[in-house]
Structure formats: C-alpha cells, structure tokens
C-alpha cells in the first residue's frame, strides 16, 4: 500500500499589530471637552499628515486617541478639568440668564398681550366656513361692496387683484396695496391688499380676510393672527376652512367678541373619477396640478408639442400680470387645458371641469412628503366651477390611491396660532441678531408657535459689516424684505440695495437680462426687491411700465419657447415619465449611449 503523502505544515502568519488610531484637534476638543490650552500642556507636537481629500490644505495635526485617553486619567489633568468645568458651567448659566432676560422683553408681546388688546376693540365677526367652491369669499364681497370704508386682505397678489378688478368692474371704487404695487383709485373708500399690509392704525366699516385657516401657517400665519386680533373694523368677516371653525369660537371668546357663524356648502359635487395612465387623456377644462416650475413647463411643452393641445402654465415664480394673462387665455378659450403648481389651490377663479394630480408627493423646504388632507381638498376644490359645470371631477396621474383616500375627508382641526415677531422691540436697546436668535427658539407649547425667522437671520448674516453702517430700525427694515434666501443673485442684489441704503444714494437699477424664462422670472423679483426698498425710504417707485415690458417679454417666451422644456431624453428623445427628474431615460443611461455625448 502506498504511504499516505506528508502533509505540509500550513505557516500561519503572525497576527499584525493593532493600528493605532489617530485623532485630529477638533475631534479632541469637540468629543473630549479639550480646549487648545489644554492640548497645549499636556500633549506633545502632533504628527504631521497630509490631508487626502484635500492636498492643497494645511497638514492634519494629529495625536494618538490612547494618549489623549491616558492624559486624561492623572490627578493633574482632571483638576485642571473639574476648574474648567466649573468655569464653563458659570458660563453657560450666565448665557442661560441672558436669553431669559431677552425673552421676558420678547414675552411682553405673547399671545395674552395681543388678547388683551384685541378685547379694547370694538368689533362684530362674521364666521363663514365651508369648502372650496361654496360661496365664502363672494358673500364676504358683497358686504365689503356695500361699505363706505373697508380692506380684503388675502393671502396673493393675485387674489388682491381679482378682488380690485371686481370691484371696480361693479362699480365701486378700490384701490390695491401690496408689497410690490400701489395703485391708487380717486375717491375709493376700500382697499384691496395682501395680509401684510394691514394699517392696523386705520378704522373701517368692513374688513374681509380671506384664508384664514393660514393663522397656523409657521411662515406666514403670524400676519393672519396680526390682523384678526388687531384689525380696527366695525364688521369683520373670515373666510377658512371647516378644520379652523372651533378654533375661532375658541380665540373670539377669549377676546371677548361677539360673532355669528355662516355655514358654507360646497356648491357643485366632488367626485373621484380614477386615473389615467397618460396626458394623452386630455379633455377641455383639465388643469393639471404638479409641485415644481420644472414639472409645470415640462407637462406643458408635452402637451403642446405631442399632443398639440395648447396650455395655460401658472406657478409661484410666475409674475401677477403674466400669471393673470395665462389664466385670461384659458377662461377666455384661447388655450384649452391649464398646468399650474399648488399655487392654483389659493381662491383663484377658473373653469376647471377636472382636476388631475400628476404629482402626490411635494418638497416642502425641508423634504419630499405626500400631500396631506388640507392640500388635496384645497387643490381638488378648484374642480367644477357652479354655474358651469354640474359636478367636479379629480383624478390622479398613475396608480397612487393617496388622492382617492384623503379626498373629501375631514382635515386635522387646527389647534396652534402663530405669533408674529413683534417689531416693538427693536427700539429695546438689545442687539437684533440676539432678539432674532432667541425668538427662534421658542418654549414649548401645545397651542402656541412662533414666527418663523431663519430667513431674516440669514439676510443679518449676508449683510454682515454694512449692518454697522445702519440704526436697528434701519437693519431690521432690510432684513424684513422678502428675498429668496435660496437665490444667491435676488441676495446680491437686495445687498446692493441695502448698501444704497446705508449710504442714502440712488438704489440700483435691476440687473438681470431679457433673454431666457429663468433671467425675466429674476429680473421681477428684482424689480420687487427694489419697491420693497424703495417703500423703506419712503418713496413709492413706479416702476409700472418696466414690469408690462417684462411681463410682456415673460408671456413671449412662454409662448415660442415652451416647447424647449419638453420633458423629453436629450439623447433618444424618448418622452420621460411624468416627474422625472433626470434628462436622459434609463435605458440610454444603462446602455452608455450619454457617454458618448
């Protein structure tokens, strides 16, 4: 038998000693409480390393963690600790006790100040609630039609310029306010303006505020308490809707007011229809709703360009005039079908027969989320328009179920009132950015939440030392304009005219160019910025003709370059999916073909 072969003895390696882990300065002094005086007497000179994610940086110091850890265990490393402990405790009470002085003048305007002062006036409410489409708003005109003085306060431009048209068009003089415009109209007793520029100073005989139910909007619900609780009127009507009724009865009977209660019923039905697989199912009538100035331009591109349906596009970006000119093309016939974001949602009179949701989901500021119940009744309400259509119908884009689930269900009732910064206390001697700071971190509470002010931080940031160029009044005026924080160019600009400002010369003319959508669209919200400054030095700019010719500009290039935004792979040409949020299609991405391009 043959012997087995010898096995070879298998060599094992020696085991590799442990790698010893190193840490940079921050990480000493952010995860161990360190300060660099402490790295200073206790540690050695670091190791030096270069940075590998960045070459042209300064080196890395760093010091093995097994010796901060040792350091950190002798009795003359924890003494010197404990002082600075000690010492950083002292610190952070003495913070703590300047914050609470800070907030004890914040807290002199709270909601019970606002109560209390509200209770002096001497007011009669009209509460009319109901869905969209039930009459609310109108019935509010009328009584606002029949008043010598009196002020719409809504929550757009838009709906302050339907309101002064419909007015004026019946005969009843108006003039309009906004944060943008002023037109004065001889000899007219009633305003029509955007919430935030109530003159609280001024008595009427009938104030109509439409929306009401934005009072727990975070944003902007601090000009809706403003104005309810401080609005100087005889007969005051709100408009919301049915989830904010309880909460009124419950604030008016804290003020102490006597109101009466109008029920609103929706004036044509509701109905789900299904869905639909494509655009290709467009009828007359059809508004479809997305989320995104993109996802708008796109739809309408494809419709016109695949299907040759002409469309009506609205979206937030879009000025008030070219805004007003595409939804007179569709009422009017001249395009059949409309495309609009949810600013379409807001009270704006159009004859809808459906409503098509292409979208479910929407970027809030913060994340993509699914609509909620308040958000699909308040779109889907615009559908089936009374007097024109005997019912409306919603459907959706696609195969979601969440539209056919939360339509027509009742909303969450509202149970928080926003309270607005109170501009009393800049004059308090207290610096604005700790003011600011501390506002925006408000106490807990079940019913109460506090203006939204990280956009005003933000602009207090960008201004940097030209703020000390300025009185409080002065910083706080700019940081109050409404700028996009998001848009570094309106920022620059806005700058500019701060700058102007301080220095008290000639504010800069708009900079922006004429050539594209994106360049107009920037060149009005310009043109915005600069009434807004302008209004801060006390001079009312009329800057009427330039924005026609803008608009006018805005609605051209709507009409011939449309069909650029189609929402189609820039490489096979394929159309993509509805939301899709790449320019070439997957197949063409899977296949390498875009590499080629």
Partial sequence: AAMPARQRKKKTAEPKPPKEKLITRSTIMSDYGWT????????????????????TAAPMQLWPESLVLETMMTPEFQTDFLKLQDSRNVQKQREEEKKQRVRDVLMQYDLNALILKARTLDRHFV?????????????????????????????????????????????????????????????????????????????????????????????????????????????????????????????????????????????????????????????PGDCFVCFSRRTALNISATLEKKYHVKASVIYGALPPASRREEIRKFASGQTSVVVATDAIGMGVSLPIKRIIFCETTKFD?????????????????????????????????????????????????????????????????????????VWQEPPESQVIAYED?????????????????????????????????????????????????????????PVAGTDTLEDCELRYKQFDVLHQMMRRCGVELDTSEARKTLCKQINKLLKEKRKNYGNECRICGEELPLGYRYSICKDCYESGRFMRY
């Fill in 36 to 55: 660099a005086t402490l790295i200073k007497k206790y540690l050695p000179p670091p190791q030096l390393k270069t940075n590998p994610n960045y070459h």
């Fill in 453 to 509: 002010v990280s956009e005003p931080l933000e602009l207090l940031k960008a201004l940097g030392p030209l703020a000390k160029q300025m009185t409080p009044e002065q910083v706080f005026n700019c940081i109050r304009c409404p700028v996009d924080t998001q848009n570094a160019a309106l920022v620059n600009y806005w700058y500019f005219c701060c700058a102007a400002y301080a220095k008290g010369t000639s504010m800069p003319f």
């Fill in 365 to 437: 500021g913060i994340e993509r989320r699914p609509l909620t119940t308040g958000e699909v009744n308040q779109i889907a309400g615009r559908a089936g328009r009374y007097g024109k259509f005997d019912k409306g119908e919603v459907l959706v884009v696609g195969s979601s179920t969440l539209i056919q689930e939360k339509l027509n269900q009742p909303t969450p009732p509202i149970s928080k009132i926003v309270i607005p910064f109170p501009n009393e206390v800049i004059e308090s001697g207290i610096k604005l950015s700790r003011l600011l700071s």
């Fill in 127 to 283: 509460l009319h609630y109901g869905p969209t489409n039930s009459g609310k708003t109108y019935q509010s005109i009328e009584a606002l039609k029949k008043a010598r003085s009196g002020v719409y306060l809504g929550p757009l431009r838009l709906l302050a310029l339907e309101v002064f048209d419909t007015l004026n068009d019946a005969g009843v003089a108006c003039s309009l306010l906004t944060g943008e415009e002023s037109i004065e109209v001889p000899s007219a007793g009633i305003t029509a303006s955007t919430i935030e520029m109530l003159n609280t100073n001024r008595r009427y005989d009938v104030a109509v505020i439409d929306e009401a139910q934005l009072i727990a909007d975070r944003d902007r619900g601090g000009a809706w308490t403003k104005a309810i609780l401080a609005v100087n009127a005889k007969e005051v009507h709100l408009c919301f809707a049915p989830e904010a009724l309880d909460f009124y009865k419950l604030l008016l009977h804290d003020c102490e007011t006597d109101y009466e209660v109008v029920e609103h019923k929706r004036l044509t039905p509701l109905v789900y229809s299904g869905s639909i697989k494509a655009l290709s199912c467009v009828s």
